[in-house]
């Protein structure tokens, strides 16, 4: 009978666990629903970096190859995935100030539930991010030259890499507990956006910055993108560089498997 009884428990501890987390990730969908400021920011950010980058640097740059933009808009899709870091830690250090957090704490429900309802309203805000930027890339002359099955895989990797950093900004969030000290993320995520591949190749940086930019996390996935896309690429040298694919599935599952428990373990011994 023991061995019976303690696999249908930690079922029933697993099913508390997701009923848990989608409700509250329906309720934080539901405040992002209701602000339509937010909305609007948010959908106008990819829109408006599209048109910028695409025709302010699309004017002066050349690739060989291949077509500026179509090389652009992979590096604008990972940037614009990195940049939600900053909205999750933001969405998290609210809810800390405004005391949502500890109430959730103080009620019967899963400890993970907050944590990974988060995690779920972000990656439905990021989907929605990425397909308005892959519309606008179309509307401004990008393609994917690969099959579906590229493309689709293109858009699980992106995906992926902000999954990953949805972990981090939780993290953050947590640490932070602050709307205000959040703002302070901006201009430290800006350079793990632009020390990377997203606008040139690191080649044509300094040596040092090239291989800071080689082996960013971000780099990695815009690589194995543009591979996918069939859009100009940059090449390189070193193991990073020339295993795109591997190194773009390798860094989110590292970034998860080192943020997911530190989030968790975070939230658990927060004070009351």
Do not use: K
């Not at 061995?3 to 992002?32: E, F, N, Q, S, Y």
């Not at 291949?66 to 940049?83: A, H, N, W």
């Not at 990377?196 to 996935?221: C, I, K, R, Y």
Request: glycine share 8%.
């Amino acid at each position: 009978m023991t061995t019976i009884a303690i696999p249908r428990t930690m079922a029933a501890r697993l099913r508390w666990a997701i009923h848990d987390g989608l409700t509250v990730a329906r309720r934080d969908l539901t405040h992002w629903i209701r602000s339509a400021e937010e909305i609007l920011g948010g959908l106008l950010f990819p829109m408006l970096s599209v048109v910028l980058f695409g025709y302010v640097f699309g004017s002066a740059m050349v690739v060989p190859g291949g077509d500026y933009r179509e090389f652009l808009l992979p590096g604008l899709f990972g940037m614009t995935m990195v940049f939600g870091l900053v909205i999750t830690a933001n969405a998290i250090a609210i809810d800390s100030a405004r005391g949502v957090t500890d109430r959730f704490r103080s009620m019967p429900m899963a400890s993970s539930a907050v944590v990974s309802g988060r995690s779920v309203a972000d990656m439905v805000r990021a989907t929605l991010d990425l397909t308005v930027l892959v519309l606008c890339g179309l509307a401004v002359g990008w393609r994917p030259h690969g099959s579906f099955a590229e493309t689709m895989a293109a858009i699980g990797l992106l995906l992926l890499l902000r999954f990953a950093l949805i972990w981090i900004g939780i993290y953050i969030g947590l640490l932070l507990r602050t709307p205000e000290s959040t703002a302070a993320l901006f201009p430290l995520v800006l350079p793990f956006a632009m020390i990377a591949n997203t606008f040139v190749a690191p080649a044509l940086m300094p040596t040092w910055l090239g291989h800071v930019a080689e082996w960013n996390p971000m780099s990695a996935t815009v690589s194995a993108t543009r591979e996918l896309f069939g859009n100009p690429g940059v090449g390189g040298e070193t193991w990073a560089t020339q295993h795109p694919l591997l190194m773009a599935v390798a860094w989110p599952v590292l970034l998860i498997l080192v943020f997911f428990p530190l989030s968790v373990h975070r939230f658990q011994r927060m004070s009351r």
